[in-house]
């Protein structure tokens, strides 16, 4: 009889106070959701003693409120010190609101009060109008839970007054203010009109703010009316949708509060599963650090597994309320009866009647292990060896298949390290041969025109003398590429090993435009020479030479005649640039096309050997558009000091 005046005592107290502070957590100040959680983490990184970190501070404070208690009175600590140093009032105050709600969430509020009329003052003093609703607010539902209704009264109508007169940019406190009313006399059938008008003000206003927690509660109350209507199941389904929601976003205290609504269903005429319920709201509560405000929920508990003899949780439920109990917050001597420390006693004497059971009970078991000890033994003994003999036999079939699977792997890759030789011979006889086929047949077939020329007796002495130069140009070219052939061959052969040498990149250029001027001339280029003095890489530089005339002689083919042929180059880090630019028209896509096919274009073919050259030397080189019509050829070299001053 004792224990059910006690629950019932703690519900009326605390029931109020759930509510009520749940809503107190919905102001506009902390209305931020946990995704903001990383953002404002990120902030922390301003300068830690500036007004920026001080409201950093603040705003982490108050969006732990409804996550983890400890973790916001410990950045309300933080701000308060930080503001204290720099006089910033502000500051002050929003950590002196948090820390009210902080004591007021573990039920002391005449702590709660004490800081909640410092925050008032300090409000005042920066003359924020809002904020000063806000705390006259909290400190109605202080003064309330502390038994103190006249003075809880004023700090109300000073606040609903105050909050009605703020601008439509602050209306959501008022929105708070609407909701505690509807709270202070949801039960007062007097009021009834006037309740449901300030519900639908809140929740008209609390659109504005998709992100507050006010709809929450706003559509818990309205989960009410259905139950009243007999729709309960509807109404116990809401407040799980309603739940699911808030723990969502993050909110376990807010979930916590919405589950205890149901503990009023059965005054109203349906009854729901109360101890799934409790047990929900409990664990929520040990989430967001305020168990203290679930005494009501762990009496209800206790009383249940009691009837029904489970003695596990009604040990554990125990524990939880004396622990509980035990502060000095409850230690309520004006209470006529001191209920709690009856509690207590009556919980300390079933403990010490379950215990000696308990012993009666281990020593029946000791003697009954003791008959089977030998049997158990045994039993285990021969398990031990019969594991033993599997475990060995399965080792030795697990090394069985390990070695297979290694012959197995090093036969497949032996394959395949002969099929990478095989492919690399083949592209490279696929190479030489179209080589030697395109680049010797046009000069000896010139040469073979041009001997026919000189056995004509007609032609004059000077006309002979032309043709015998033209056949010594073609011949020196004929040989240039056999030569250009011959450095290709050597680089593919195995024992070929690259060695790079500081090269001019200047200079290797000044010899390709030499080489190439003719050309250059024939299609009236004009060549613009952007490349900076002393630019060193490292390569070999004759292979160097060869990749950039195969280059340039790409980039002249390809190039309108009278265009721009510009040549730059730059370093960046540890790398040098070196990039050849070419107004190639409209058709560079499809001459990149061509490049990638070889086996079918003589020029595709100097390209691919000029990959061949710039991987050797551990370069790269790459052919790209620009603005649709330009042919870009960039060469990658590893760079080297410049050591010539």
């Known amino acids: 009889m004792i224990r059910r005046i006690s629950y019932s005592y703690y519900q009326r107290i605390l029931s109020a106070t759930l509510l009520a502070l749940a809503l107190l ?35 982490l404070g108050a969006l732990y409120m409804m996550i983890n208690l400890d973790s916001s009175f410990t950045y309300a600590i933080r701000e308060y010190e930080i503001a204290e140093r720099w006089q910033y009032k502000k500051g002050m105050a929003d950590a002196f609101d948090v820390m009210s709600f902080c004591y007021a969430l573990r039920t002391d509020f005449n702590v709660a009060g004490i800081y909640g009329y410092k925050a008032l003052q300090l409000h005042k003093a920066v003359s924020d109008s809002g904020r000063i609703a806000k705390t006259l607010s909290n400190l109605y539902l202080y003064y309330r839970n502390m038994g103190r209704p006249a003075d809880a009264n004023n700090y109300f109508y000073e606040a609903f007054h105050m909050a009605a007169r703020l601008p439509a940019s602050q209306d959501s406190i008022y929105t708070i203010l609407l909701v505690n009313y509807a709270m202070r006399f949801y039960k007062d059938s007097t009021r009834k009109d006037s309740v449901q ?23 818990a109350y309205a989960a009410d009316t259905l139950v009243i209507q007999g729709r ?82 009604t040990d554990y439920y125990s524990r939880e309320i004396m622990r509980l109990a035990a502060q000095h917050r409850y230690q309520q ?54 594991l033993f003999i599997l475990l060995y036999s399965r080792y030795r079939q697990y090394i069985t298949w390990q070695e297979q699977e290694q012959a197995i792997s090093d036969s497949y890759t032996h394959v395949s390290l002969k099929n990478v030789a095989l492919r690399a011979n083949d592209e490279f006889k696929n190479k030489l041969i179209t080589l030697i086929a395109n680049d010797f047949r046009a000069p000896l077939h010139h040469i073979s025109e041009v001997a026919l020329k000189l056995r004509n007796q007609a032609a004059s002495q000077a006309t002979m003398a032309a043709l015998i130069r033209e056949i010594a140009l073609v011949s020196g070219n004929t040989l240039c590429v056999f030569d250009n052939i011959l450095k290709w061959i050597r680089m ?3 024992g070929f090993t690259y ?13 390709v435009l030499k080489q190439t001027a003719p050309d250059v001339k024939e299609k009236a280029l004009v060549v613009v020479n952007l490349l900076p003095e002393g630019c060193v ?38 790398a040098v640039y070196a990039r050849i630019i070419a107004d190639a028209g409209p058709a560079t896509e499809d001459i990149l096309r061509h490049l990638s096919s070889w086996q079918h274009d003589m020029h595709a073919l ?27 050829f960039t060469v990658v070299l590893e760079g080297a000091e410049n050591t010539n001053g």
């Open 232 to 313: 309960g199941k509807e109404a116990e389904a809401r407040i799980n949708q309603l739940a699911a929601a808030a723990l969502n976003r993050g909110l376990p205290y807010v979930a916590m509060d919405i589950y205890n609504r149901l503990e009023d269903y059965s005054r109203l005429g349906y009854h729901t599963d109360s101890t799934r319920y409790r047990e929900l709201s409990y664990q929520l509560a040990k989430k967001a650090g305020c168990i203290e405000l679930n005494l009501p929920v762990l009496a209800g508990l206790y009383d249940y597994y009691q009837q029904h003899n489970q003695v596990a949780k």
């Open 499 to 511: 060695q790079g040498t500081r090269c001019l990149l200047d200079d290797i250029f000044l010899q």
């Open 333 to 386: 001597g004006k209470d006529p009866i001191n209920y709690i420390a009856f509690f207590l006693k009556e919980q300390s004497l079933q403990r010490l009647s379950r215990s000696n059971q308990q012993q009666q009970l281990e020593l029946e078991q000791v003697q009954l292990r003791r008959k089977h000890s030998q049997f158990i033994i045994a039993g285990l003994f021969i398990i031990v060896i019969l």
């Open 606 to 632: 100097s390209y691919a050997i000029t990959r061949d050259f710039m991987d050797k030397m551990k370069g790269a080189v790459q052919a790209t558009t620009s603005e649709g019509r330009y042919l870009v």
């Open 492 to 494: 593919q052969l195995p």
């Open 537 to 574: 890489v490292m390569a070999d530089p004759e292979m160097l030479r060869v990749a950039q005339l195969h280059l340039m002689r790409l980039s002249i083919q390809y190039a309108r005649p009278g265009s721009l042929l510009i040549l730059s180059a730059w370093n960046n880090e540890r």
């Open 25 to 59: 957590c919905a102001a506009p100040r902390i209305a931020a959701q946990s995704p903001q959680l990383p953002e404002l983490l990120h902030e922390l990184a301003a300068p830690h003693d500036s007004i920026a970190y001080i409201n950093t501070l603040g705003k």
């Open 197 to 219: 008008w300030a519900l639908r003000t809140a929740a008209h206003i609390s659109e504005k703010y998709p992100h507050s927690r006010l709809p929450l509660y706003i559509d």
